[in-house]
């Protein structure tokens, strides 16, 4: 199964900051990388599909790079309503592994 | 509206059985590839199943024999038969639609497995 690794663990960041998440395949996974917001209790919300398409309703200070085995999520000024937790999940082949997750939390 | 509602959770003795349902409404069914993911208490996200428009099915290792997906078109439902269940099994179980990613996920389920 491919693996994915996602860094940092945790952000501490304050409102109007750049945030940069990083999640790396074991193998590649061309553009098949999608990035999910989820705050507690609820289900996971898709924003990015394809490593940089930006799902529709999506603030476009989310933005997602990368392809192969390398790829980023950034927020590029960050709201009150960011603070939650990030998953990245490869979409590729026989399986749809996620990433550890990344919580963004108030510095 | 794309609607997608899970049933079927609950609390089941280790070694039990439970079948998840995930009744679908506001898109064609037949025409999505369908997932199951699920949560453990304070834990990430699990990737457990896949369903293909053509019926192929993958399955996460970590359950590879004792879970079982399958859709049926006629009664747009999909279903997740869980067999020999563990406490680890223990979650909220959600089923999400995939176009490119799953974008559509129901509110979950939640599976307690305990004595």
């Known amino acids: 199964d491919i693996q994915m690794t996602q860094s940092p663990s ?68 960050l709201q009150p309503d960011d603070f939650a937790t990030y998953y990245c999940q490869q979409c590729s082949g026989s399986s749809r592994t996620f990433g550890q997750g990344t919580k963004v939390e108030t510095k | 509206e794309v609607q997608l509602v899970e049933s079927g959770g609950g609390l089941v003795k280790p070694g039990g059985s439970l079948r998840l349902s995930c009744a679908v409404s506001g898109f064609t ?18 990737w457990l199943a896949y369903v293909s428009t053509g019926g192929t099915i993958y399955v996460a290792e970590s359950v590879k024999g004792r879970f079982t997906i399958s859709r049926d078109n006629a009664e747009n439902s999909l279903n997740l038969q869980m067999d020999n269940l563990r406490a680890d099994d223990s ?21 307690t497995v305990s004595s």
């Open chain 1, 10 to 77: 945790i952000v501490s960041a304050s409102v109007g900051d750049r945030v940069t998440i990083t999640c790396r395949a074991s193998q590649s996974i061309s553009s098949w990388l999608a990035w999910y917001q989820q705050k507690p209790g609820k289900a996971p919300k898709l924003l990015i599909y394809k490593a940089s398409s930006l799902e529709n309703g999506v603030p476009s200070r989310f933005s997602g790079s990368g392809s192969g085995t390398e790829f980023t999520l950034t927020i590029s000024s």
């Open chain 2, 91 to 111: 979650g909220v179980y959600y089923c999400a639609r995939e176009m490119w990613a799953s974008d559509y996920w129901g509110q979950g389920t939640l599976v």
């Open chain 2, 29 to 46: 069914f037949s025409s999505y590839e369908m997932n199951w993911v699920r949560q453990a208490p304070g834990k990430g996200l699990e």
